[in-house]
């Protein structure tokens, strides 16, 4: 399993002088996408296949309050992915410096073409970097039904 640990800085507490929200959402996101530097996604290597990651949903789920001045934890673990790369799901927990854990999240993306603007598959090199990925025990081949499974969808205002 991959972590990263984090200092809490100043900038990462709200106003109730704990963990932001939005502080998780940083944490996750440089997590992922320190790990997906080691398997070769970068800037560049996005930027010369045109893609780039796009996040469906993170839903997290708080159990504890995390305070600055001592190291957090956050882990990444590979949930599923579509056959053809277009769709991936991962879930990080979040640990204190005694390694209670304080938060997790499920999250779910997919990867888009930047010029098209659409939804697309891997490249077939970054499809062999994901099957290097460690799998968790329950690993599942996603599915775009997966990805409607909390069925929300937009709901216009009227215009007055």
Known sequence: ??????????????????????????????????????????????????????VFYEHVYYFKEAFPGRPVKVSLEFVGMSEDGMFF??????????????????????????????????PKEFLEAFGTMEKSVDFKILTKADTRKHVQVPKDMEVM
């Open 1 to 54: 399993m991959f972590f990263k640990e984090f200092e809490i800085r100043w900038s990462d507490i709200d106003a109730n002088r704990h963990l932001a929200n939005s502080a998780y959402i940083n944490f996750m996101s440089h997590t992922r996408m320190a790990y997906l530097g080691l398997l070769g996604f970068n800037h560049k290597s996005m930027a010369a296949n045109n893609i780039g990651p796009v």
């Open 89 to 122: 799901e991962f879930r990080h927990n979040f640990y204190d410096y005694k390694g209670k854990n304080f938060a997790r999240c499920e999250m779910m993306g997919a990867w888009i073409d930047l010029k098209e603007r659409k939804l697309t598959g891997l």
